[in-house]
């Protein structure tokens, strides 16, 4: 299959929630007709202004690759009719709720009505593939495609195979994401929170535990990260940013200061309080800055705050290019 034949090909999204809306703005503004499928039509027009919302900021910030907002939403054909969405299509991005049983009565139906060349793809945060996919029909064209919210702003997919997964699919999908403007990585197998959530996941550990010994209040965590180490982490990663902390490299780095992490290594592995006093002071803190009932205010208003930071990075990109060698 050609990669021009692929962008012509449609795509369905299964799910017409945060993620679902997400994803299909994304595949629509790389140019594929997307099927947009949920279980009832308020669900679907709700979704529709949604998107149409969405589309009218990311053309404000140039981020809609030179297209108007209605000729991308014209893309999205909402529809309650699972068959149909999926009659034809060449990719489905199943975005329902998270949960065991849904997952796997919703890719049981699926296999069943979709072609057997479909590749059936979730977005589940939680679960490895092998835990909802071994029923499937053509089990082998089933994996996860894990999106940061939202995907199309943030272009990170974890592609996820189970063990049954074919390499050929999980190739193809690298390929369809790449075409759709995403950054995939592909995991070599199964494991439990993928590789964004085990990295988040220890740097949470030890941000509760700085809480719970009092050495930093929660405010203070957030600008660490906010203005410290997150303005490297927007264009590089941890292994990029040790090599150039040394005059030597990465060795160098582990030479200087590899003795400092083992030390903080030995103690961080001790528990952290996911519950209890620190989660108390952190939800409290959180609470004296932001209201319950503007949480979907302050999510548009980080969106807009992305889209900003996206436009300004491929700003970066023409004016500080690595040159090529
Ligand atoms: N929210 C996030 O930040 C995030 C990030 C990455 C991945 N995900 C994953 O994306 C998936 C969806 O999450 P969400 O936050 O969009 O949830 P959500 O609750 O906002 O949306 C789920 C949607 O699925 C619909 N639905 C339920 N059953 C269905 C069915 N049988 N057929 C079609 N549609 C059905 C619901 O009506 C709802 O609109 C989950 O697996 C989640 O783990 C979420």
Not at 156 to 178: G, K, S, Y
Request: net charge neutral; hydrophobic share 45%.
């Amino acid at each position: 299959m050609t990669g021009a034949a692929t962008e012509r090909l449609p795509v369905a999204v299964v799910g017409a929630g945060l993620i679902g809306i997400a994803w299909a703005i994304c595949f629509a503004r790389a140019g594929y007709p997307v099927r947009l499928n949920d279980r009832s039509d308020e669900i679907l027009a709700a979704a529709r202004e949604v998107i149409a919302a969405a589309l009218s900021d990311l053309a404000e910030f140039d981020l809609l690759a030179g297209h108007a907002p209605a000729e991308v939403l014209a893309r999205v054909r909402p529809s309650t009719d699972l068959a149909r969405c999926l009659d034809g299509a060449v990719h489905v991005q199943e975005c329902a709720p998270e949960t065991i049983p849904d997952k796997s009565a919703l890719f049981a139906r699926m296999g069943e009505m979709a072609g057997p060349e479909t590749v059936l793809a979730s977005s589940t945060s939680a679960f490895v593939p092998s835990l909802f996919t071994g029923a499937v029909r053509h089990r082998e064209r089933c994996l996860v495609a894990h999106p940061i919210n939202p995907p199309y702003l943030v272009p990170l997919v974890q592609l996820v195979p189970a063990p049954w997964t074919d390499p050929a699919i999980v190739a193809r999908t690298e390929r369809l994401m790449v075409a759709a403007g995403q950054s995939p990585i592909v995991l070599q197998r199964e494991t439990d929170g993928f590789v964004v959530n085990r990295l988040q996941g220890a740097l949470i550990h030890e941000a509760l535990r700085i809480v719970d010994e009092g050495v930093a209040d929660p405010g203070a965590i957030d600008i660490a990260i906010a203005r410290g180490l997150g303005l490297r982490w927007a264009f590089m990663g941890p292994f990029e940013t040790m090599e150039l902390n040394a005059p030597a490299g990465i060795r160098d780095y582990v030479e200087r200061y590899g003795g400092l992490y083992r030390r903080i290594i030995g103690v961080e592995h001790a528990e952290a309080m996911w519950t209890g006093r620190a989660l108390d002071r952190v939800e409290a803190d959180r609470m004296t800055r932001l209201d319950r009932d503007r949480i979907g205010e302050r999510q548009r208003w980080r969106d807009r705050r992305l889209m900003d930071l996206v436009a300004s990075l491929k700003a970066a990109e023409q004016r500080t290019r690595w040159p090529a060698a």
